[in-house]
């Protein structure tokens, strides 16, 4: 019986010492931190206006939940990726049919295009393979 009154006391106090602590250090250790969001620290001196792009994980992650979205189909992931003129390309991996054993299941590249701010433009497949075969390379490899 102690014990338990021990363990409840012990949580009342480590409870009443958060409850001391005022909003404003949890803000002002929020604020001094680098990278945080709301910071106006600029990187190289770039613009604000650079700022507001998405990051290229950002894109990544934002173009493959939406060709998911689009297709239905569960997306591996991106075996290419890089900034165009106009915005993103990429290409992108998806298991169009899932058989047993895995290495059977057919799976699809589909080339991805996306504006600026990350939001796809287009969209269509280019390859199609089964998960367990290799690309088949001539001689010399040409």
Known sequence: MVNTKSTS??????????SHESPESHNSQ???TPGTPGTSTSREGKDAVADDRPSPMEVLRHACAQLGELT????????SFAQTEGGWQLEVEVMELARVPDTMSLMATYQ????????????????RYERGRADSQKAGGR
């Open 9 to 18: 006391q012990s949580h009342t106090s480590r409870t009443s010492h958060r």
């Open 30 to 32: 929020r604020s001094r």
């Open 72 to 79: 239905g189909m569960a997306v591996e992931g991106a075996s």
């Open 112 to 127: 991805v295009e996306l504006d600026a701010e990350g939001q796809l433009t287009g969209y269509r497949r280019v390859r």
